[in-house]
């Protein structure tokens, strides 16, 4: 199958946290390198998503999105980095 | 916290034309669009009559404020969405798309003031439509920092948004397939020295986006650290077919 990455994560993750997920950075429980999650490897199917370290291969995060629920679980995922943000102030968007 | 929090809007096809022999250029009403930035996605909801959903991610080639959004749909062969999007959408259709998503792979022009290192854009296909919405908001904000798009297309035919590359400086393309008459490079794929002679070099630190195919995305963003750029200087965005 074909991989796509963590941007497509984007939507099925957006009401779920207060920001944007896909722009924090993320340490793999496998061999510890920090990533933005939209830099993940991520499979997508009907099923849902999983998204693996790019780095090492292994599973950092599992999605599954039904109409009733949207299951998640961040198995591999030892650690989220998100920078902290004013009401007044826009995210960090750009390079 | 999002200065556009993304949320599922009711939108209306108000346009369709044809992009290139397997593309179609989608403009929507969402009257309820917050804008967007440029580079960002939506995600296109369809549900049959049997209630079977299918949802896929596409890319936006508007940016900006405003609740007119357009979109560039490639038709994937036995896809389950795009083929509908670009054979069956019809004016006046109804579809639902969640956005603006994406704070990652955008571009929003630089502060005041600043000295803002050079932005080089590569595309390869129809990953050439969210760096379309970079390049025109660049010119929108009339925004001095230097601009490049390289640009993998099949051949002259499939090049998405003629007329907004054609008003933009700084385009190279690479033809893949098919070259117009006179071309000085014959057809061929973009590789590490490509690259190396087309695109602006590591020692200016340009800030790097790179959309396309995922063997695209991934073949030209090792090459580009290899030829050294630093991986932090290199955002990404992969898509595949359906």
């Given at each position: 199958m074909q991989h796509l990455d963590g941007n497509v994560l984007a939507g099925p993750l957006a009401g779920l946290f207060a920001f944007d997920v896909t722009t924090a950075s993320a340490r793999c429980a496998g061999c510890g390198e920090l990533a933005m999650l939209a830099q993940a490897m991520v499979y997508a199917d009907a099923m849902g998503?999983?998204?693996?370290?790019?780095?090492?291969d292994a599973v950092l995060a599992t999605v599954v999105v039904e109409s009733e629920r949207t299951w998640i679980s961040l198995q591999g995922l030892s650690a989220l980095e998100v920078p902290v943000l004013r009401e007044d102030e826009a995210p960090a968007r750009t390079l | 916290m999002s200065r556009r929090p993304a949320s599922w809007h009711a939108a209306t096809v108000i346009a369709v034309a044809p992009e290139t022999p397997t593309a179609r250029r989608i403009t929507l009403d969402v009257p309820t669009w917050p804008g967007n930035d440029a580079g960002s996605h939506l995600d296109v909801r369809l549900t049959a009559p049997d209630g079977y959903q299918a949802q896929r991610s596409y890319s936006v080639a508007s940016a900006g404020e405003g609740t007119t959004v357009v979109l560039g749909v490639d038709e994937v062969p036995d896809g389950e969405v795009s083929p509908f999007l670009v054979e069956d959408l019809a004016v006046g259709d109804r579809i639902e798309v969640h956005g603006p998503l994406g704070a990652f792979f955008v571009w929003t022009p630089p502060a005041p003031g600043s000295t803002p290192a050079p932005v080089q854009l590569i595309a390869g296909g129809s990953g050439v439509v969210p760096l379309v919405a970079m390049l025109s908001a660049?010119?929108?904000?009339?925004?001095?920092?230097?601009?490049?798009?390289?640009?993998?297309?099949?051949?002259?035919a499939d090049v998405f948004f003629r007329a907004e590359l054609d008003a933009s400086t700084g385009v190279e393309y690479v033809f893949t397939r098919e070259a117009p008459g006179g071309w000085a490079t014959p057809p061929g794929r973009?590789?590490?020295?490509?690259?190396?002679t087309l695109t602006v070099p590591p020692e200016r630190e340009p800030r790097i986006y790179v959309c396309g195919p995922t063997p695209f995305v991934e073949a030209v963003a090792n090459w580009l650290v290899e030829l050294g750029h630093p991986t932090a200087n290199i955002r990404t965005e992969r898509f595949g077919g359906s």
């Open positions: 998503y999983v998204a693996r370290c790019a780095s090492c | 660049h010119r929108a904000a009339g925004d001095a920092t230097e601009f490049r798009l390289l640009y993998s297309v099949r051949a002259p973009v590789t590490r020295e490509t690259l190396r």
